[in-house]
């Protein structure tokens, strides 16, 4: 997890935990039970006016609110997130409890999209559940006594993958999805880990209202690590890439992505019983130039995973 991932971790955390600080603030559900049973009296001498005084005061005791239905509860939370630029159609809401002051905790689940906790203070605090599940795994996991707060718990917020695997096809992967997480926040926006059967994974964000991919073998050159993905994914998919071409007699057992220009993207491959190459692909990963590491100092500073192989100086 990076920096900014495990700081976004911390402030989830700590949200969290304002939520169970003491129990005369902490969220707890309205009494709906009706006043405890007058214990029977056991001195047959109780006076005539002892039994008046009991009796008004059981009449002056103001009667338990009634709980509200769940259709208000769903118009009620509905109305507090489209207030605060939540999209999110409501499917199904619980009104988990509310603080001494009155602020409600709703947890709502959404069509087609991440349900939420929801908090009506006077700053919202509105936490979607993979946020929340996330962060209370790895508190979890790092201290099993730890107090993590409220949690998500209404079944549809119980299974994130199908919305998961939705977003990843927004964002146009095409692979069989194995596991996807919330990773971080960048520029305001969540960044998801995808994690694909089989062929290299991804992570994905949403801005303006568009999704953008960027694979975990370009992120691996800038040191970015993939928790989902393995080195053997990420070969088998440039093996695929490379049938059919100049490419194609390399059995690779390394590879690296280089960056890219106007005409393509570049990859380093070292490959098992002969030279390295670097391979010029186009948007659709087909391979438009292969460059043996012999002759190949001048791209992009020359390769690097080929023993021996001459180094350019321009990279």
Partial sequence: MTTHSKSRALCVAASLAILTIAPSSAFAMPAMSSAPAMAQESDTQVTEGSSRANRSRRQRQPAAPAAPTPE?????????????????????AALKGQTAEGHKLYEVACANDLGYLALTSAE???LNCLEISETQRRTLAADPAAQVGP?????????????????????????SV???TIIGKRAGSDVYEIGCAGS??????????????????????????????????????????FAGSDAAACNITNARYMGGNANGAFYEAACNGSDGLIARLNTEKQVQQVYPCAEAAQIGGGCKLTEGAPQGTNG
């Fill in 151 to 175: 949690k998500c718990e209404l079944p549809a917020n119980d299974n994130f993958m199908p919305v998961l695997n939705s977003y990843a096809q927004a964002a146009g992967i095409a692979c």
């Fill in 72 to 92: 208000q509860v769903m118009a009620e939370a509905q109305t507090f997130l489209t207030a605060n630029n939540v999209a999110c159609q409501i499917t199904e």
């Fill in 124 to 126: 919202p605090m509105i």
């Fill in 200 to 241: 290299d994974g991804y992570q994905i964000t949403k801005e303006n209202g568009a999704w953008s991919k960027t694979s975990c073998l370009e992120l691996a050159s800038a040191n970015v690590t993939c928790n989902y993905t393995t080195k053997e994914e990420q070969l088998a998919d440039l093996t695929k890439w």
């Fill in 178 to 180: 194995d596991q996807a």
